[in-house]
């Protein structure tokens, strides 16, 4: 079982629509959590953190749930240039680790 | 933007020839690392360095070495390319104390034939 797992998708969803990730790891001594965005062809860039309480930055909403150990992300409103492939991070001690991505089409 | 750059960003290479790819930071930071990715993979981590002259293997190391003599370069190389080391290499760092946000280079894309 890898350590951090995501539906790889793709999700196709209509523009405007709101659209949800989810994010499981397995490892119940990770400390903290992020949500990447990679365009195609391009490096991956810190989209934003994960903090237990939840937070928000525009149309964006991330959770973490420690009990269950996974980590969600919330797009409302979803614009054609949502489309990019959203990765799962999450760090223990010195370890970065990334899940493989979920791919995400907004469709016209 | 931590102002990482890699050269070259793109490269065709014959099997059995060596290969190294530079990862170069303005901002100071600490640690960096160098990954691969490849479709239905994601990223792997090769190797990483925590200092200078401090590196340590990722998932993925057979067939690479790093060195990093300088805090602001990180040289990957692949001592005898294989077509399975055809890949987008991807460079990061992280600052480190407190801060964990890792900035990636542009990568480089590495075939070879």
């Known amino acids: 079982r890898k350590e951090v797992e995501q539906d790889p998708g793709p999700f196709n969803v209509p523009e405007g629509a709101t659209v949800a990730f989810n994010c499981t790891y397995s490892n119940s001594a990770s400390q903290s959590f992020f949500w990447y965005r990679q365009d195609c062809r391009k490096e991956p860039k810190l989209l934003m953190s994960?903090?237990?309480s939840g937070n928000e930055d525009g149309r964006f909403t991330a959770q973490l749930n420690r009990a269950s150990q996974y980590i969600s992300l919330l797009i409302r409103d979803s614009k054609l240039s949502d489309s990019a492939t959203y990765l799962c991070?999450?760090?223990?001690?010195?370890?970065?680790?990334f899940g493989k991505g979920t791919r995400l089409h907004i469709l016209p | 933007d931590a102002g990482i750059t890699q050269s070259p960003r793109h490269k065709v290479t014959e099997t059995g020839t060596p290969v190294t790819l530079r990862c170069h930071q303005t901002e100071n930071h600490r640690y960096m690392y160098w990954y691969r990715q490849d479709p239905g993979h994601g990223l792997r981590l090769i190797h990483y360095?925590?200092?200078?002259?401090?590196?340590d293997k990722g998932e993925v190391s057979d067939g690479y070495s790093v060195s990093r003599s300088k805090t602001e370069d990180f040289l990957l190389t692949l001592e005898s390319a294989t077509s399975s080391q055809t890949s987008v290499y991807f460079c990061?760092?992280?600052?480190?104390?407190?801060?964990?946000?890792?900035?990636f280079g542009p990568g480089t894309r590495l075939l070879v034939l």
């Open positions: 991070v999450v760090n223990r001690d010195d370890k970065i680790i």
């Open positions: 994960v903090y237990s």
């Open positions: 360095s925590y200092g200078v002259k401090d590196t």
């Open positions: 990061a760092t992280l600052a480190g104390d407190g801060q964990e946000t890792q900035y």
